[in-house]
């Protein structure tokens, strides 16, 4: 027995020994097992500056859906029926007078998407100021004239959103974000940014050094991304109300006067496929379907006779009902979950082009113009010729080339005219801009 | 030497206690010896039944004492061993004893550390302890977590939905946590038992996170459910910090500690059981009585004319009966062999479980086989191996909310009586032209299976290194292992309306696999001292390691090639990745002294460092400390008709960690016409996270009445929840939406009460009544970002509010501006309920038992969603029912309808009810009857049986986001809660 005792307080004392030593071991800090962490933009290589810059493009996608639902809900150019959510029909629409929520995710989720596609893009920016890896000069200002690029042009869409509450430009530290700039300054910063682009682009040689996707077919080189950037530009020369700028910028851009339909629509597109991984077009919906995306019923009221954008919309087997709302048309522009969704079309370009010109060449405009009802199957301009006949005349165009694609409501608030939208039900409202995400303190 | 000096005072106290004993008629004496090791004990106390004087045993465990010819009582005490009272013959005068360790006798032991037990009568805190009988004894379990409604105190347990498989989550003394999990930590055997919920990806159909709500309402079950509730001894629930804190960081939900069965020393016994029942819907709705005029105002003239149709052709369906009309049947089979001898025992046990659900094609199917065994190796090492295999399969349906009209909730409240949705005789269903999925071809075509493999292992050994007189040295070293495969299987085939045409996918198989394994090992040192035999110490030290690994692939097919269902039979391929690997390395330290019984106390320390944390090697200390005071024992006592006053305070502190993950910032993979690229994810790493810390003190006392017939006990908390994990919003033009913080504190009080009263108890009829009452009160004590809201979808439909000084749980929406309060919201409700009670009343008459289970919830709100949703398709059972308009103007759904946008106050409701959680009646045919073979027992039994509410669904008992933080209490067209009858038969021999 007493042997037994001495060997088990032997073991005890073991015992104790290995309590110590395993008590001062240290805990490894774990990788995360998931993805790359943050810290990889401090020495990225450039297989991880090329993955980033990707991420950029994807992210230029992100939310999107959101974006074209409730702006062209607002600008009375579509309707979602939806079983799920009441939302759609309810305050987007000013139902009874009601606001729009600002934690509402129809306006916090496009905008949040917007500033994520701003922040892939500055990590991409520090991770190749960073990077111990060897790039030429052409190659860095690829990089640098894309991701600027693609800021500037999620930052107008954000101010587009938010309009009169301005947006934050600079953005580059999480915990020092800058200060909130009116509308105006932030047109401003971006087509500095812009510039900035432009210039880095114009000495990044004649390719990127990441792959782009099949949606900038055209656009995927420096010199003809650089058409994209200078496309941007005119269209933020336009919101600026600077006609002359838009007139010395829009040549350099992707412009091209034609009446080809298919030229007209020119541009580069957000890529869309239903490959595992990849984006599906979040506006297409299955024409019939019980939750529908509608046209407005005004659409086709106020369509000429004849025009051939009659396509954008199908009627249904059934007259689609909800809420008090009703449409017979489905929304068609897009025949599949795979089909790309246009950034910024030629056909826009043209549209901007004449507008720069009414006031001071109105026969320019119209002959624009004409190229344009030529496309569409309609008879040339046979209308008044004062500046507001022509305004009205390219205001019709942009409601119906643009059908949808986020620039209805932005065209009628930047022309004064967003009263002349319609009001379906008694105590609608029509929303001027989305009210600052909750997320936001000033 | 020294053993001389000990030897000589134990004689000397022994002495002095014999000289206290008046004028004697005989002497009594005899050994005492403890069972498993059969050498003497010393220090035994020996008291005379119904006196204060007594002697105790000496070194070699031998006594003498004298009684007077009117005692012939003796009770023998000793800490840790099971109490023994001996009646003498009067002519007896020899007594040995032997005293068995006290580990089987339940109500007196209660297991609270990791390593050692605590008799409950010294117990300082609160201690919920469910034994087998309780558990399941008065009507058979769907799943284990079921079996605690309404038995512990201060435990809030909600089902997130009826589907069959489980879903429940458990939360003790209110919310402990906003973020993290609020679920209690669960302890099988010394393993620690995974408890995930795991999404099976079918937000790819329901698209439920694409719209205001980004959470997993896949609906999944948790994990414990896979448990056998047959197989668990006892069970004990940790409440708080005061009682948990030895646990450290991951018991500030509290703690559930499993014991399962072990065989004895002796015959063999065989126990089989079977049980047959079916379940229905708990509570059907119905819908409004429909004309072509109200047909038409919602459908239109198409509308009109598919009523008129219907009615003249007869054809307006019962949908609800269609869908969750089914009589599910439900069996179990249960057959367990226990026994053993001197040196080895064992428990086997096989439990067969088969349930329906009220949904055609939905149910449970679980085998659960489990092997303990515990062996001698000498007299001083002993090792127990329990083994649990879980094979389980759920088939659970598609419900909950959804962004694509899909799931078969919301196009159930689509779609009016007049649709036609029965397929034709070639078994082509229509499509429904009122919702995006005709349900009865959803619930005839879809698959959403999840199939479970588990094995649970626990290892034990225990040696006692050394003994002597004074002192004894145990080690006791602990492995765990839980470790499962789960294969989710969800398949959407591509005939499906909601997948066909265009519309959707066409046809998504999502397959996932998920392989957890946790691990766990730890080693104790306990020491046990008694210097006198007043005076005992237990000192313990002990260190702990726990790693978690889980790995989850899910495959996401679409386009499916035909009925094809295998992932690689599809035109598009998805496979996500979610790895969680944790490590967790911590220690303890414990001493308790007790004072003749009279006074416990006990003080503590658990040091722990985990991988979750900012920094992985930062030691986070959880102390602990509690006194017990036995006033009972004291000399002074001599209250007779109170046997026990027990005044107790216990203080502790625990943890828990932030979710994994939550510390790193990481690019997610994204894919763009075949190129891969990074994207940063949205949620923004915190490098200084660390876990939420519980400080909780508890107060309370114990008492018994009429030799303790009746026994009541009161007890009232403060936590306070400090580094309380938030996910707040951080400015979006970050580039991220949010960041979990440490950055606030919330404090919890509340009270329970428990009765337990044997009112009758004669030979023949025996009637025991137990209640009990809790009640729980949060509130947010401090917030170090602005006020928010989270939990539901948008402040017009209803969320939860996190604001300083107001309670966590509580429910805000918009409204008029008068009531509107500083955050322009106005306050409906709150979740938690004014108070929870239950009454248990057991009677036994010769050989019948009856015994049912009453639970009373008393207030508490949800947000319900599913009348609203119904009423935009006029479809709400109540549509046309005035009594929600103050007004008297508007019928029900009308008034919903011009509330919404105006004010969330009809879609808050009362979620309190009084319903009968369990009946069970049984009889006992006697053994004499059966020539002695066998012990019959035949009954019938019911959950849910009577149910009383003012909700306006199904159950107020729902949760749309299943069991995490706070959200539970909101629904969207669940799978609604069923009731269940049940038979049974056991037969033991």
């Known amino acids: 027995m007493k042997n037994i005792y001495r060997l088990n307080k032997l073991i005890a004392l073991q015992f104790i020994l290995l309590l110590v030593i395993m008590g001062s071991c240290e805990l490894e800090e774990l990788e995360f097992p998931n993805g790359p962490t943050e810290g990889v933009v401090e020495n990225a290589s450039r297989a991880d500056i090329a993955l980033i810059a990707v991420g950029v493009e994807h992210n230029l996608r992100n939310e999107m859906g ?22 759609y029909t309810g305050e987007i629409l000013g139902k009874g007078g009601s606001d729009l929520d600002p934690a509402g995710f129809y306006g916090t989720r496009p905008y949040a998407g917007r500033y994520a596609t701003i922040k892939n893009a500055n990590l991409l920016l520090q991770a190749l100021d960073k990077s111990n890896d060897v790039f030429t000069d052409e190659e860095k200002f690829g990089i640098t004239g894309y991701a600027k690029t693609l800021q500037a042009y999620s930052l107008l869409l954000a101010a587009n959103l938010q309009y009169e509450n301005g947006i934050r430009t600079d953005v580059i530290d999480p915990d020092n974000l800058g200060d909130f ?43 003809t991304f650089l058409q994209f950037n200078r496309g941007v530009a005119a269209r933020v020369k336009l919101y600026k109300g600077d006609k002359t700028g838009v007139l010395s910028t829009i040549n350099d851009s992707h412009f091209n006067l034609t009446s080809d339909p298919a030229e007209l629509l020119d541009g580069p597109e957000h890529y869309f496929s239903t490959a595992g991984g990849d984006l599906t077009n979040p506006v297409f919906r299955v024409p019939n379907a019980a939750d529908p995306l509608v046209a407005h019923p005004d659409y086709t009221a106020d369509l000429l006779i004849g025009d051939t954008r009659i396509n954008k919309v199908a009627l249904r087997d059934s007259e689609a009902i909800k809420d008090g709302l009703s449409s017979d048309y489905d929304v068609v522009i897009y025949s599949s979950l795979a089909s790309n969704i246009p950034i910024i079309k030629n056909e826009e370009l043209m549209l901007i082009y004449a507008e720069a010109h009414v006031g001071t060449n109105n026969t320019e405009a119209i002959t624009t113009i004409n190229l344009i009802r030529s496309a569409y199957g309609l008879t040339v301009y046979s209308g008044g010729t004062t500046d507001a006949d022509v305004m009205n005349e390219i205001l019709y165009h942009r409601r119906y080339s643009l059908f949808n694609e986020g620039h209805r409501w932005v065209d009628m608030r930047r022309l004064n005219r967003l009263d002349e939208l319609p009001i379906d039900r008694t105590d609608d409202k029509v929303h001027v801009q989305f009210p600052r995400p909750v997320s936001e303190p000033d | 030497m020294k053993h001389f000096l000990l030897k000589a005072s134990l004689l000397l106290m022994s002495f002095m206690m014999a000289l206290t004993v008046y004028a004697q008629d005989r002497t009594v004496s005899g050994t005492v010896t403890d069972l498993t090791t059969s050498e003497p004990l010393a220090g035994v106390n020996v008291i005379i039944k119904g006196t204060s004087t007594g002697t105790i045993t000496d070194i070699n465990g031998t006594y003498s004492v004298e009684l007077k010819a009117s005692q012939n009582v003796l009770t023998f005490t000793f800490i840790g061993f099971v109490k023994q009272d001996i009646t003498l013959s009067p002519s007896q005068t020899t007594v040995d004893v032997i005293m068995e360790e006290d ?3 339940l109500s007196e032991v209660v297991i609270t550390g990791l390593a050692t037990s605590v008799k409950r009568s010294n117990l300082a805190n609160s201690v919920e302890s469910i034994d087998a009988k309780s558990l399941v004894g008065i009507t058979e379990q769907p799943t284990m977590d079921n079996a605690l409604y309404g038995k512990v105190k201060g435990a809030n347990i909600t089902s997130n939905s009826g589907a069959p498989g489980g879903g429940i989550s458990i939360k003790l003394r209110g919310l402990t946590s906003i973020n993290g999990a609020n679920q209690p930590l669960f302890i099988i055997d010394g393993v620690y038992v995974d408890n995930s919920e795991i999404s099976a990806g079918l937000n790819v159909v329901s698209a439920a996170s694409g719209g205001g709500s980004q959470s997993n309402q896949d609906n999944p079950s948790n994990r414990i459910a896979d448990l056998n509730p047959y197989d668990i001894q006892s069970l004990e629930v940790l409440k708080g910090a005061s009682a948990a804190a030895i646990y450290g960081s991951r018991a500030s939900s509290g703690v559930v500690v499993i014991t399962t069965k072990k065989g004895k020393n002796g015959r063999t016994s065989v126990n089989f059981s079977q049980n047959i029942g079916i379940t229905t819907q708990l509570n059907k709705l119905g819908q409004r009585t429909w004309d072509a005029d109200k047909a038409e105002t919602h459908f239109g003239a198409n509308g009109r004319a598919a009523f008129i149709d219907a009615e003249s052709q007869g054809k307006l369906h019962d949908y609800e009966k269609e869908l969750y009309g089914e009589q599910g049947l439900l069996l179990t089979t249960n057959l367990s062999v226990s026994g053993g001898d001197e040196k080895t025992t064992f428990y086997t046990a096989v439990t067969r479980k088969k349930d329906e659900g009220i949904v055609k094609n939905t149910g449970y199917d679980k085998t659960s086989v489990r092997l303990n065994l515990t062996h001698d190796i000498t007299d001083w090492l002993n090792i127990e191996a329990t083994t649990n295999y879980i094979s389980s399969s759920a088939d659970r349906g598609f419900f909950n909310n959804d962004n694509s009209g899909t799931t078969m909730g919301i196009s159930y409240v689509g779609t009016p009586v007049f649709a036609q949705l029965f397929a034709d005789a070639e078994g082509n269903y229509p499509d429904n032209p009122y919702a995006a999925s005709n349900f009865l071809q959803t619930r005839d075509l879809v698959t959403n299976n999840e199939a479970v493999n588990r094995i649970i292992v626990g290892t034990k050994i225990s040696a006692r290194l050394f003994k002597t007189d004074k002192m004894s040295l145990r080690l006791i070293a602990r492995a765990g292992l839980d470790n499962y495969n789960l294969a989710t299987t969800a398949i959407f085939p591509n005939t499906l309306q909601f997948q066909k045409n265009g519309n959707g996918l066409n046809g998504v198989s999502i397959q996932g696999n998920t392989v957890n394994k946790n691990t766990n ?18 000192t313990q030290f002990g260190i702990t390691a726990e790693n978690f690994d889980q790995n989850t692939i899910l495959g996401t097919a679409s386009n499916l090639n035909g009925s094809q269902t295998n992932l690689d039979q599809a035109g598009n391929q998805q496979i996500d990745q ?10 303890f330290a414990q001493e308790e002294v007790n004072y003749e019984d009279k006074i416990i106390g006990t003080l503590g320390i658990r040091g722990d460092k985990s991988s979750n944390n900012g920094d992985a090697n ?13 006033l009972h024992n004291f000399n002074f006592w001599s209250v007779d008709f109170m046997n026990q006053l027990k005044l107790r305070v216990a203080y502790g502190e625990a943890g828990n960690f932030a979710t994994f993950g939550d510390k790193y910032t990481f690019f997610n993979n994204a894919i763009i016409d075949g190129t891969p690229g990074w994207v940063i994810n949205n949620k923004r790493g915190n490098g200084n996270v660390g876990p939420e810390r519980q400080s909780e003190t508890e107060f309370g006392f114990d008492m018994s009445f009429l030799s303790n017939k009746l026994k009541f006990d009161v007890t009232y908390y403060i936590q306070n929840i400090t580094d309380l994990l938030l996910t707040a919003d951080v400015p979006n033009s970050s580039g991220f939406t949010r960041q979990v913080t440490n950055a606030a504190e919330l404090q919890n009080k509340g009270i329970e009460i428990g009765l337990n009263w044997n009112i009758i108890n004669t030979s023949k009829f025996n009637w025991n009544f137990n209640t009990n009452f809790w009640k729980n009160q949060g509130k947010i004590t401090k917030l170090n970002v602005p006020s928010f809201t989270t939990g539901g979808f948008a402040d017009f439909l209803g969320q939860f509010r996190i604001k300083e000084g107001r309670s966590p749980s509580e429910i805000v929406g918009i409204g008029p501006a008068d009531q509107q309060d500083e955050d322009g919201l106005v306050v409906y409700g709150d979740s938690e309920a004014d108070f929870n009670m239950s009454f248990t009343n057991s009677f036994t008459y010769k050989n019948f038992e009856l015994s049912f289970l009453f639970h009373w919830k008393k207030g508490g709100d949800n947000i319900n969603l599913t009348q609203l949703l119904s009423d935009f398709s006029g479809t709400s059972y109540d549509y046309d029912k005035i009594d929600l308009d103050p007004e008297g103007q508007l019928g ?21 009810y009084f319903r009968m959680r369990e009946i069970g009646l049984f009889y006992n045919i006697p053994r004499t009857a059966l020539k002695d073979l066998a012990d019959i027992r035949i009954g019938f039994t019911g959950n849910n049986l009577i149910n009383s509410f003012k909700y306006r669904s199904y159950d107020p008992e729902v949760s749309n986001f299943g069991g995490k933080g706070l959200s539970s209490g909101v629904e969207v067209t669940p799978f609604p809660s069923s009731k269940r009858y049940n038979f049974h038969i056991n037969v033991s021999f």
């Open chain 1, 66 to 87: 959101f974006y074209y639902d409730a702006t062209g809900i607002i600008g009375r150019e579509v309707y979602f029926f939806t079983n799920s959510d009441p939302r």
């Open chain 2, 103 to 105: 580990v089987t006798s």
């Open chain 2, 521 to 538: 090992f730890n080693a104790f040192l306990v020491h046990d001292f008694f210097p006198n035999q007043s005076l005992s110490f237990r």
């Open chain 2, 578 to 587: 979610n790895r969680i690997i944790q490590k967790d390395r911590g220690f």
């Open chain 2, 892 to 912: 029900n759904g009308d008034f919903r309808q011009a509330s919404f946008l105006n004010t969330t106050a009809p879609f808050v409701e009362d979620a309190g």
């Open chain 1, 181 to 223: 700039v009116a509308y105006t300054d932030a047109l401003t910063d971006i087509e500095s940014l812009l510039q900035d682009g432009a210039d880095d682009l114009a000495q990044a040689g004649t390719e990127f050094m990441f792959a782009l996707s099949s949606g900038f077919t055209g656009f995927d080189t420096p010199t």
């Open chain 2, 618 to 630: 930062k030691m986070y200390y959880y102390p602990k400390g509690s006194m017990a005071l036995n």
